[in-house]
C-alpha cells in the first residue's frame, strides 16, 4: 500500500474507533503547513492540498511543547485559543501527535479536532500514536525511494557541451520533484549559478576555450552538489535542483558552488530560493533568479576580480595525432559496446585514452567494480602502455604483463594490478591518431590471443565513427557561433515590418516584426542558433531591437519560441517596455513543454496588458490544445490555410472553423499571407477580422511602413 492511501485508511480507522470530525495527516514545509490527506465529516472546509501558516496550526503549539497532544477544552489551552482565533476552525476538542522518522526528525503529524467535546483516555492517544508511527515508516520509507536521482538525462534533454542535462531536463527535474512535494510534504530548493566571464572568453579566445571553461565548470559543480540534479540552461548559466534542501541549507550550498564555479577561472555569481508550499518550485526557480540578476547587479557595480587567462583547451599534441574534439558527444552505443566486449572478452576493463603528447587520459570505460575509478585517470606517456601499442613497441596482445620484457614500469600494473592487457590504436577516417582502445584484466590470461584483438578493433571503428560524428558538430557549433558574433558586433538582426490591417476597412491594427540577417533565412538563423543552444539570446536581440525601431504606433507583434516564453530572460528584456501595445506570437512549430510554467513566466507581463498570439495555427503541433491552454488574443492562421482560399473549399471550410472557433474563446483571427484581392475578399466572408501579407503591404522599415492593398 502505498503512502496516500495508507493515510486515507487510516484516518478512517481513527474516526470509526474514536470518532472526532476532522481527521488529518500533515506536514510542516518550512513556513508552511501542508495537508497531506483529510477526513471531513464535518465539513469544516479542510481538504488534501491545503496549505496555511505554521504558526497559525494547533500542530504547531503542540510540536513546540506550548500545548498537549490532546484536550477535551481547546479553551483551557492558550496556545490552541490563540491557533483557533487565527485559523478559523472552531474546534472544541483537539490531539494531535508527531510522525517522526527513525532517527526522531519530525515528519509530519496526526491530528483530529471535534465540534463539541469529546474525551478521551492515554489508551486511545497511544493507539493514535502507534497509527502515527507506522504511516511515518510508510512515508519515510516511499519519500526516500521516490527521490528524484542525478541520473543521466535523456539523450534529448542532454547539453551538448557539458554533458549535463540542458533546460527541458530541468524543467522535467521541476515538475516531478513538485508532484513528490505536492504528495509528501517535501521541500527543495532551487540554486543558480552564472559564469560571468564567459562572453569574454568566447570573444577574446575562443569559443573552444569558452566550451573548456563551461565543462570545468559543470565538473566542478557536479562534484560539490552531491544530491540533486545539475543542469545547464543556456550561456554560462547553470541550475540545480536539490531536493530536501530548505531554506538553512540552500544558502549555503549556493555559497559553495559559486566557490567551486569560481575554482574553474571565472567571476561568478548566484541566486537562490527554497519552495513554499503556497507557491511551489516554479516560483522558486523565478524568486532565485531574481535573486541571481541583484547579485549580478552588485558584482557590476563593484568588480573584484580581473577575467584570467584562458587555459589551453586539452588535445593530442605528438606528431601525427590528430585534433580531439572537445569533450566528445560519447553515445550510449559506444558505452554499451565497451561493456559487451569486456564481458565478452572476460575482462576487467575496456576503456579508450587518448594523448596530449605527454600523457594518456582515460576518456570512456565500461569496468569491474573491482576495478578503482578510472574517470578522467591520466598516465605519463612513459609509463603507458598505451603508448608502445602505437609506437609498435609492444604487442597488441600481452597475456601477462609482468612477464614482458619491457612491462615492469607499466602504470596500470602499478595502479590497476593489471597483469593482461589487449590494445587497439584508434584512427580517424582520415587516417589520424586519435587515441587506443584497450583492455585489462587484474589477472594474467595466458589463452589470451591476437584474435581475441578483434573484437576491439570492431568497437573501435565506432568509437572512430562517434569521434568524427562529434568533432563534425564541434565545427558546425564552432561556426554558427562565429556567425552569431559576428552578427551582434554588427548590430544582431535587422527588423523589418508588416502591417496587420481591418479585413473591413484597411485600418492599420499595427505590425509584425521581422528580421533580416546579412545573409540566408530567418528560418536558418534561428534554427542554427536554436541548435547551438543559442537560441533564445539571438530571439531577446532580435525583440530588442523591433522595439527600440518601432515608433509605437498601433501594436506591435512579436516572435518568439515556447523555450523563450518560458525564459525569466524574456521578462528581464522587457522590463520598462510598453508591454500594453505588445503582442508575443508563440509559434505552433515548436511543442511547449510545460504550459503551466510559460503562462507563469508571462503573468506578470500579462497583467499589465502583453497580449498573446498563437503562430502558424493549423500547421504545427499543438493544433486547438495550443490554444485552449494559451488563451491567445490573437489566433494568426497560417499561409498553407489561406493560399488559394478562394478556389479551394476544404480551405474555406478549415479557415472559417477557425474563425468561429477564436470568436468563441475571445480571440481574434488574423490571416496571414494574403497575397492577391480574392484570398482577401473571401476571408471577409468567411468573417476573418484581420489580415496580412504582401497584398497589403510588404515588410519595410518602420519610417516606410504603409497599406497598399
Given at each position: 500500500m502505498d503512502f496516500t492511501s495508507a493515510a486515507g485508511a487510516t484516518l478512517r480507522f481513527l474516526h470509526s474507533v474514536l470518532g472526532m470530525d476532522l481527521w488529518v495527516v500533515s506536514r510542516r514545509d518550512g513556513e508552511d503547513y501542508v495537508v497531506l490527506s483529510a477526513l471531513d465529516t464535518a465539513e469544516v472546509g479542510v481538504d488534501a492540498g491545503d496549505v496555511m501558516a505554521w504558526t497559525d496550526t494547533y500542530c504547531a503549539a503542540a510540536v513546540e511543547g506550548a500545548a498537549p497532544r490532546f484536550a477535551e477544552d481547546v479553551s483551557a489551552v492558550p496556545a490552541w485559543v490563540r491557533a483557533r482565533e487565527l485559523n478559523g476552525l472552531p474546534f472544541a476538542s483537539y490531539l494531535t501527535v508527531p510522525m517522526r522518522a527513525a532517527d526522531g526528525t519530525l515528519l509530519g503529524t496526526v491530528c483530529a479536532g471535534s465540534l463539541r467535546r469529546v474525551r478521551h483516555t492515554d489508551v486511545a492517544l497511544d493507539g493514535v500514536q502507534l497509527s502515527a508511527d507506522l504511516l511515518a515508516t510508510v512515508l519515510e520509507h516511499e519519500a526516500a525511494r521516490s527521490a528524484p536521482g542525478g541520473g543521466a538525462p535523456a539523450p534529448h534533454e542532454v547539453d551538448p557541451v557539458t554533458r549535463l542535462g540542458d533546460r527541458a531536463r530541468f524543467e522535467r527535474a521541476l515538475r516531478e520533484e513538485e508532484e513528490r512535494a505536492q504528495r509528501y510534504g517535501t521541500t527543495a530548493s532551487v540554486v543558480l549559478v552564472q559564469l560571468e566571464d564567459l562572453p569574454q572568453v568566447n570573444e577574446r579566445v575562443g569559443h573552444d576555450a569558452g566550451d573548456a571553461l563551461l565543462r570545468r565548470a559543470a565538473h566542478a559543480l557536479q562534484a560539490r552538489l552531491g544530491e540533486?540534479?545539475?543542469?545547464?540552461l543556456a550561456g554560462g548559466r547553470f541550475a540545480a535542483l536539490v531536493p530536501g534542501a530548505g531554506p538553512d541549507e540552500?544558502?549555503?550550498?549556493?555559497?559553495?558552488?559559486?566557490?567551486?564555479?569560481?575554482?574553474?577561472?571565472?567571476?561568478?555569481?548566484?541566486?537562490w530560493a527554497a519552495r513554499r508550499a503556497a507557491t511551489g518550485l516554479a516560483h522558486a526557480w523565478r524568486q532565485a533568479?531574481?535573486?541571481?540578476?541583484?547579485?549580478?547587479?552588485?558584482?557590476?557595480?563593484?568588480?573584484?576580480?580581473?577575467?584570467?587567462?584562458?587555459?589551453?583547451?586539452?588535445?593530442?599534441?605528438?606528431?601525427?595525432?590528430?585534433?580531439?574534439?572537445?569533450g566528445p558527444a560519447w553515445t550510449e552505443r559506444v558505452a554499451h559496446l565497451l561493456e559487451m566486449a569486456r564481458q565478452q572478452l572476460d575482462l576487467d576493463v575496456v576503456g579508450v585514452c587518448v594523448t596530449d603528447g605527454t600523457s594518456w587520459r582515460v576518456v570512456q570505460a565500461a569496468q569491474a567494480q573491482t576495478v578503482p575509478d578510472l574517470r578522467e585517470r591520466a598516465w605519463p606517456v612513459a609509463e603507458s602502455v598505451c603508448q608502445r601499442l602505437v609506437d609498435g613497441r609492444t604487442s597488441v596482445v600481452v597475456p601477462d604483463l609482468l612477464a614482458d620484457a619491457g612491462a615492469v614500469p607499466f602504470a596500470i600494473t602499478r595502479d590497476l594490478g593489471a597483469r593482461a592487457y589487449l590494445g587497439v590504436p584508434v584512427h580517424r577516417r582520415d587516417g589520424r591518431l586519435y587515441?587506443?582502445?584497450?583492455?585489462?584484466?587484474?589477472?594474467?590470461?595466458?589463452e589470451l590471443r591476437a584474435r581475441d584483438a578483434s573484437v576491439l578493433h570492431v568497437v573501435a571503428r565506432v568509437v572512430a565513427g562517434a569521434v568524427d560524428e562529434a568533432e563534425h558538430a564541434a565545427?558546425?557549433?564552432?561556426?554558427?557561433?562565429?556567425?552569431?558574433?559576428?552578427?551582434?558586433?554588427?548590430?544582431?538582426?535587422?527588423?523589418?515590418?508588416?502591417?496587420i490591417v481591418a479585413v473591413a476597412d484597411r485600418s492599420v491594427l499595427g505590425a509584425e516584426a521581422l528580421s533580416r540577417f546579412p545573409t540566408g533565412t530567418p528560418d536558418a538563423w534561428f534554427g542554427d542558433a536554436a541548435r547551438v543552444g543559442a537560441g533564445v539570446p539571438l530571439e531577446l536581440d532580435a525583440l530588442r531591437a523591433a522595439l527600440a525601431a518601432w515608433p509605437g504606433t498601433g501594436l506591435l507583434s512579436v516572435n518568439v519560441s515556447p523555450r523563450t516564453a518560458c525564459s525569466p530572460e524574456l521578462v528581464r528584456a522587457l522590463a520598462g517596455a510598453p508591454v500594453d501595445r505588445l503582442v508575443l506570437e508563440i509559434t505552433e512549430h515548436e511543442p511547449v513543454d510545460d504550459y503551466g510554467v510559460l503562462l507563469a513566466n508571462l503573468a506578470g507581463l500579462r497583467r499589465?496588458?502583453?497580449?498573446?498570439?498563437?503562430?502558424?495555427?493549423?500547421?504545427g503541433f499543438a493544433s486547438l490544445r495550443h490554444v485552449l491552454a494559451l488563451r491567445p488574443d490573437f489566433l494568426k492562421l497560417d499561409v498553407s490555410l489561406i493560399r488559394d482560399v478562394h478556389l479551394d473549399p476544404t480551405r474555406r471550410a478549415l479557415a472559417a472553423s477557425l474563425a468561429v472557433f477564436a470568436a468563441e474563446s475571445g480571440a481574434a483571427v488574423i490571416a496571414e499571407?494574403?497575397?492577391?484581392?480574392?484570398?482577401?475578399?473571401?476571408?471577409?466572408?468567411?468573417?476573418?477580422?484581420?489580415?496580412?501579407g504582401y497584398h497589403l503591404g510588404r515588410p519595410a522599415p518602420a519610417e516606410e511602413l504603409q497599406v497598399v492593398g
Open positions: 540533486g540534479v545539475l543542469t545547464r540552500a544558502g549555503p550550498l549556493a555559497d559553495r558552488l559559486r566557490v567551486a564555479a569560481a575554482a574553474s577561472g571565472s567571476a561568478v555569481s548566484t541566486g533568479d531574481a535573486a541571481l540578476a541583484a547579485d549580478r547587479a552588485r558584482a557590476a557595480a563593484c568588480p573584484v576580480t580581473a577575467l584570467p587567462a584562458a587555459p589551453a583547451l586539452l588535445g593530442p599534441s605528438g606528431a601525427g595525432s590528430g585534433a580531439v574534439p572537445a587515441g587506443s582502445l584497450w583492455g585489462a584484466s587484474l589477472r594474467p590470461l595466458p565545427d558546425e557549433r564552432r561556426e554558427v557561433l562565429r556567425r552569431l558574433d559576428a552578427l551582434r558586433a554588427a548590430g544582431g538582426p535587422r527588423p523589418v515590418f508588416q502591417p499589465e496588458g502583453l497580449r498573446l498570439a498563437v503562430d502558424d495555427a493549423g500547421a499571407g494574403v497575397e492577391v484581392a480574392e484570398e482577401l475578399e473571401c476571408l471577409h466572408g468567411l468573417g476573418v477580422p484581420y489580415a496580412q
